[in-house]
């Protein structure tokens, strides 16, 4: 595998990193976090119509760009150094992709272009409240009845949940069958659904709770064969870890940026902090997690591109690592700030919040480390 960068990857970062500057500055993450749907509507639209991001890895069949995950890793990276609040994590990389996982060539080409243009919001709901990750979180259940599918229970952590128009819901069949699972691509406006956002340590990533009343879905909603979702939704699943391992790398690089100019800048005993060895190992140590993560995230953006069989093995490294790296380089970083770190005025608090929930999202570190073990036959 080449990691290095295409000429037009490198311009996708570049444009990338120069927009998200202005449109996803300190200031405008406040603000839109402070908002009523966790983002800023006309934003969205500019990064919809404008730069066409939503349907960057839509098949050009169905609306989309058809590139690829490593062009993704690379722009995820970049939505996660900015701490961009907006619905394109939820949009794209768990419902789209669940659509194209799961769904008939007719289902693609219903919901994808909508996910593509920006227009249709859309998230996937699998883990109950007990929050399991993976499959074994699924606490919703289904039952056929005349040809439609009745569908209860309770989605939690739902990514956009409170505004999504589109939800992927994950259920069980109800008569037992443990491996029967299905996705149903249910709209928000359908009678038996109720969202209610919550509350959680992250305010610039929205999760909301999803309850199904009975909420009728016609064969059609039933994305594939019915019952027959569970090996769709792990790669769905397992491509989500891919996903947040990049936007994780991206916030870890900017947590060093910001110690390493706050340690230039902050003067003591009169010298830059940055002159004293203590916090030069600091920002060393830093450095090796960020390469360390991009080297992860950037092998498993590969193998999702290549669509190898390493992919579970592959996303649980990356999503374990880069989960850790994430969290080390923010703590280091507020460290070299000391108590201003954790003022409204800086950044640091804001990714200590968003490395802390990142890293049980999708599951967390140990989870993923036990996942590989096994997959290893140990």
Known sequence: MDFALSEEQEALRETARSFLAEHSSSERVRRAMEGELGFDPETWKRIAAELGWPALIVPEAHGGL???WVELAVLLEAMGESLLCAPFFSSVCLAANAILAAGSDEQQRELLPGIAEGRTLATLAWTGPGGAPGLEGIEATY???AGEALVSGDARYVIDGHCADLLVVAARR???AAEAISLFAIFASAAGVERRALATLDPTRRLAEVRLRDVRVPRSGILGEEGAAAAPLARTLDL???ALAAEQT????????LAVEYAKQRVQFGRPIGSFQAIQH???DMLLRVESARSASQWAACV???GGDELARAASLAKAYCSEAYFFCAAECLQIHGGVGFTWE???HLHLKRAQGSQVLLGDPAWHRERVARLIGL
């Open 66 to 68: 058809g590139l690829g």
């Open 143 to 145: 039952r056929m009845h």
């Open 174 to 176: 109800e008569d037992g």
């Open 240 to 242: 989500a870890a891919v």
């Open 250 to 257: 991206g916030g870890a690089q900017r947590c060093l940026d």
């Open 282 to 284: 600091k920002c060393a």
């Open 304 to 306: 999702a591109a290549e």
């Open 346 to 348: 800086y950044d640091v």
